[in-house]
């Protein structure tokens, strides 16, 4: 982005570069309203931490994750969307124009802001995780799971979220098991009964995961597990690990000004994208604790662009 490029009024400011933020940029690119996109320090979300992607329509062979977050961003550009590269440290979402600060230096002002800022899974924390990040080690079986069809896959939880996590994943693994640092589940009854009932999945309690290993080619080939009552220490040959101890939005530059579900999700209309304030809208995982796809995500996304442009008709401003 050249110099000066984000001073001045701008009809929309989108924050975040991930495939909600992106749509919202190419939808009101098109709609000729100048939308100014803060990239993030994670240019592009989850997806640039994401190998295969295949359920994303348009690519019958499947793409990467990375690259599909490419081709959004050069189809934004090609309608003139500007791009800086920067963080929002803080936003006046109190009167118009909006203010959003870049960096704690350069304040932007604007008509509408479109809020893509994403969530974040919660990891464990180790740097094998990290490393093995999209070579077996994910924070999505309805994203992942397919590329482990016959395979040995673990689960990181007890929640609901880990619950639902191993039950789908029997659709394709050979074997799942839960890891739960307890010695009860706190998902709900009904999703408790389905896992300890089924037949395909296995739960090893009290345990935690302390390291995760590579096999040669560079995959998730063993887990070392610990027992936090024992302190004994074990190796299990594991094909995959799905981390599924929850998400955090990515909220906490709004949490005082608009209003946040009790997970700190931002709230919207049941039938838009409009937030507790006219003017800001809020599309992709930040407003999604549901769903949390990359098609869900630009699906809101197009809504997001679409409900700013109408909103500055109405005030007359575009």
């Not at 400011?13 to 996109?37: D, E, F």
Request: glycine letters at 10%; charged letters at 20%; one cysteine or more.
């Amino acid at each position: 982005m050249s110099e000066g490029l984000s001073n001045g009024m701008r009809d929309v400011v989108i924050i975040g570069s991930g495939p909600a933020g992106l749509t919202a940029a190419v939808y009101t690119a098109r709609a000729n309203l100048r939308p100014l996109l803060i990239e993030g320090a994670q240019a592009g979300g989850q997806l640039m931490i994401t190998t295969d992607v295949e359920n994303f329509p348009g690519f019958p062979d499947g793409v990467q994750g990375p690259e599909l977050i490419l081709n959004m961003k050069q189809q934004a550009e090609r309608f003139a969307t500007d791009f800086l590269q920067g963080d929002v440290t803080s936003v006046n979402l109190s009167e118009r124009p909006f203010q959003i600060v870049i960096d704690d230096e350069e304040t932007i002002e604007a008509k509408a802001i479109i809020i893509c800022s994403g969530a974040r899974a919660k990891l464990i924390g180790l740097p094998s995780e990290s490393k093995l990040m999209g070579n077996g080690v994910s924070a999505c079986a309805t994203c992942d799971g397919f590329f482990f069809r016959g395979k040995e896959v673990f689960v990181v939880g007890g929640g609901d979220t880990a619950a639902e996590e191993a039950i789908f994943l029997t659709r394709f693994a050979s074997k799942v098991t839960l890891i739960h640092r307890r010695n009860q589940l706190r998902a709900s009854k009904i999703l408790q009964d389905k896992v300890l009932e089924h037949d395909k999945i296995d739960v090893i309690w009290d345990t935690v995961v302390t390291d995760i290993l590579a096999d040669e080619s560079g995959r998730v080939g063993s887990i070392i597990l610990k027992n936090v009552l024992t302190h004994e220490a074990s190796t299990r040959k594991a094909d995959g690990l799905f981390v599924a101890i929850g998400h955090s939005p990515n909220t906490a530059l709004f949490a005082d000004q608009l209003d946040l579900d009790a997970q700190g999700y931002i709230v919207t209309q049941s039938d838009s994208t409009k937030t507790s304030i006219p003017g800001v809208f809020a599309a992709g995982d930040v407003q999604d604790p549901s769903y949390r796809q990359a098609i869900t995500a630009a699906g809101t996304g197009c809504m997001a662009a679409i409900d700013a442009e109408r909103f500055l008709e109405e005030e007359g401003q575009n």
